[in-house]
């Protein structure tokens, strides 16, 4: 478990159908312009049945090595919610070392800089114990709150990928970010660095 004042990370858990379905069911003009999508309907794929197979997928990306998902949480009033999702994807060793992150948060908690908490402390866990050396992050140029996210993460702008992924319909571009671990450790990590950001805005 992964924790920084009420935001949590933790490993997904069966009982996590319901409120993921929720959720994901509840944020569908939110959440699909930037995501991929497999085929069915948004209600199907994002049913509590449906939970079952996305939870087996990231099981078997952590038991294998390729990715690091996370459930993120709220701590409040006692209570600990799930409110999105923080995964360190296609994981590749040997010379490499690197991987992607993606996220999501509910519409319901944005803009109270759970996901930066989030990622923070998924990339310092990944460039830690996870042994990784490089995280990147592509976003599609329209998703100005997700540039946002790695902007104020202080992540690097250094690719353009024309018609990189399939989204809602269409192969869309995608700006390419970047960090390695050299870049955060004289700053105690990502996490540390974030702090320093957000209370330097106040
Ligand atoms: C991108 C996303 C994960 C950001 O998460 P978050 O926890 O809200 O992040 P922050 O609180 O740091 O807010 C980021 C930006 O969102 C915008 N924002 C703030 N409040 C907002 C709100 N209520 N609704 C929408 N956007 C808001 C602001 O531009 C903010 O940047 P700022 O801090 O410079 O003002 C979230 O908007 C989301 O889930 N979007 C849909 C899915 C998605 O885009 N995933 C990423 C694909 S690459």
């Known amino acids: 478990m992964l924790v920084d004042g009420?935001?949590?990370?933790?490993p997904y858990r069966r009982s996590d159908a319901l409120a993921w379905s929720e959720?994901?069911?509840a944020n569908r003009a939110w959440l699909s312009p930037w995501e991929s999508h497999v085929p069915g309907s948004w209600d199907e794929t994002n049913s509590p049945a449906a939970f079952r197979f996305v939870h087996a997928d990231q099981r078997k990306s952590a038991r294998t090595g390729d990715g690091m998902p996370f459930a993120v949480c709220l701590r409040e009033n006692g209570e600990e919610r799930l409110v999105g999702h923080v995964n360190v994807g296609s994981i590749v060793r040997r010379a490499f070392c690197s991987?992607?992150?993606?996220y999501w948060v509910d519409s319901r908690v944005a803009g109270r800089g759970?996901?930066?908490t989030a990622v923070a402390l998924a990339v310092d866990h990944a460039f830690g114990p996870?042994?990784?050396h490089r995280i990147e992050v592509n976003i599609r140029p329209e998703n100005q709150p997700s540039r946002r996210v790695v902007e104020k993460l202080g992540f690097r702008e250094e690719a353009y990928h024309v018609r990189y992924m399939h989204i809602d319909g269409a192969?869309?571009?995608?700006?390419?970010?970047a960090m390695t671990s050299e870049e955060v450790v004289a700053e105690g990590g990502l996490l540390a660095r974030w702090h320093r950001v957000r209370d330097n805005r106040g």
């Not at 009420?6 to 933790?10: A, E, F, G, Q």
């Not at 991987?99 to 993606?102: H, L």
């Not at 192969?171 to 970010?177: E, L, P, Q, T």
């Open 6 to 10: 009420p935001v949590v990370l933790r």
């Open 23 to 25: 959720i994901r069911r």
């Open 99 to 102: 991987g992607y992150v993606g």
């Open 114 to 116: 759970v996901i930066p």
């Open 130 to 132: 996870g042994g990784l």
């Open 171 to 177: 192969w869309r571009d995608h700006i390419g970010y």
